[in-house]
């Protein structure tokens, strides 16, 4: 197995790398202001607050930045995607691509290190920035993970505003009647969102309401790496009920200025201040070797080696004479049996069926009863549904 296959295996977090992710984390925080004060916009509050998590999430997930799309790597999905300077700092310090890259290109046109996390970038499993649809992206690819046997495990990174999105709850009860264990929600809890404190803004229960629809609940400091790493630890091995990681944090973690301020929830530190901020960190500031690099031209795509897309074999072709009656969903329905009796036999094509209480309607129930282990009844929770059908195909 390669050395970065870890899957959170040691029992807690060994001194070394204890040492070694607080220097990351110290760097990553430099790297996030770097990044956003040259590209003069972008969210370097909360990707501070998160910095934490993604930084054990790509050390310690079964992930290789050397073959960042093995199909059997566990899946980090960010889901609050307007932290993709926090995203891009960590999955660098884990080795996917250099940081000079992510620093010189940031929101620059062209670059694939965009405002809002996209899988142009290496490590990235799926474009957000639409609040609200990590967690359904998070139920397609844990239930890819157990129709297709590979059992790897799926970790959502949400924010606490966002936590305010209805799909949220719709996801949150798919993933518990399917019993899928094998997928960790992390919310950063910086109780901060644009227009201020999140109690003012919507009141609500966070942890109350995750428990409500069954989740697993473990509280921690977001900010203490031990504490990250023994929650992610227990998450992972975890065979019951999901877990959601609540980490308390602070927007803006490490530089004093900027900490509990929501100004800095989208917001650079102007130039006038980087110095002060990074002198805080104890980073050296060489901004302007990147803004030299930046002027000189676009940080190139990367080539990223896409699994091939599945052989679909058609079904068996059925005619209907102009003297037949039959209805089209029924016809649907027909169809749709006979494209799955001819590709998923074997070590065919992953198929999932998703019904919001209809089936009896749109004609799936032939295809419930022959493949039940493939059929999902989602009940009337379109929004999250949508999402989760657009992770699996994915
Ligand atoms: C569906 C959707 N609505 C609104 C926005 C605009 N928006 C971007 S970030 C944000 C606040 C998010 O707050 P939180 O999740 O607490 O993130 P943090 O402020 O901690 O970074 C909003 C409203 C969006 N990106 N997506």
Redesign the pocket.
């Known amino acids: 197995m390669f050395d970065t296959w870890r899957g959170f295996s040691d029992d807690s977090l060994s001194g070394d790398w204890q040492q070694k992710l607080t220097v990351m984390a110290r760097e990553a925080r430099g790297n996030i202001l770097k990044m956003t004060t040259l590209a003069a916009s972008g969210?370097p509050?909360?990707s501070m607050?998160s910095i934490e998590m993604y930084l054990v999430l790509y050390n310690f997930a079964r992930v290789d930045p050397r073959e960042p799309m093995r199909d059997d790597r566990d899946r980090v999905i960010v889901s609050?995607g307007?932290?993709s300077p926090g995203a891009y700092s960590a999955l660098a310090a884990a080795g996917f691509f250099k940081i000079e890259d992510a620093i010189t290109g940031f929101r620059q046109a062209g670059s694939p290190f965009e405002g809002h996390v996209e899988r142009s970038v290496p490590g990235i499993e799926w474009g957000t920035?639409?609040?609200?649809q990590g967690l359904a992206v998070g139920v397609g690819k844990a239930i890819y993970s157990k129709l297709s046997g590979k059992g790897f495990h799926t970790y959502v990174v949400m924010?606490?505003?966002?936590q305010q999105?209805g799909i949220i709850s719709e996801s949150r009860r798919i993933a518990v009647k399917y019993k899928l264990s094998r997928l960790t929600a992390l919310i950063?809890y910086?109780r901060?969102?644009?227009s201020g404190d999140?109690e003012n803004i919507m009141p609500q229960n966070i942890a109350g309401e995750w428990k409500a629809d069954g989740w697993q609940v473990i509280e921690i400091d977001g900010h203490d790496l031990g504490q990250v790493y023994d929650a992610l630890r227990k998450a992972t091995h975890n065979e019951g009920a999901p877990v959601m990681i609540l980490a308390n944090t602070t927007?803006g973690k490490g530089v004093s200025f900027m900490e509990n301020d929501?100004g800095f929830?989208?917001a650079p530190v102007k130039p006038d201040r980087i110095d002060e901020a990074l002198k805080e960190l104890g980073i050296e500031n060489d901004i302007e070797n990147y803004r030299e690099r930046r002027n000189r031209g676009v940080v190139g795509r990367y080539a990223l080696k896409r699994p091939e897309y599945p052989q679909v074999t058609d079904g068996e072709s059925i005619t209907y004479e102009p003297g037949d009656k039959m209805d089209n969903r029924g016809a649907f329905g027909k169809a749709l049996l006979s494209v799955a009796r001819a590709n998923m036999s074997g070590d065919g094509i992953v198929m999932g069926v998703f019904d919001c209480d209809l089936a009896s309607s749109v004609k799936t129930g032939a295809f419930a009863k022959e493949f039940p282990d493939n059929f999902f009844q989602f009940g009337i929770s379109e929004h999250s549904t949508a999402t989760v059908a657009g992770s699996l195909s994915a």
């Open positions: 969210h509050g909360g607050s609050h307007h932290t920035g639409n609040l609200g924010g606490d505003g966002e999105k950063d910086n901060l969102q644009i999140i927007m929501e929830h989208g």
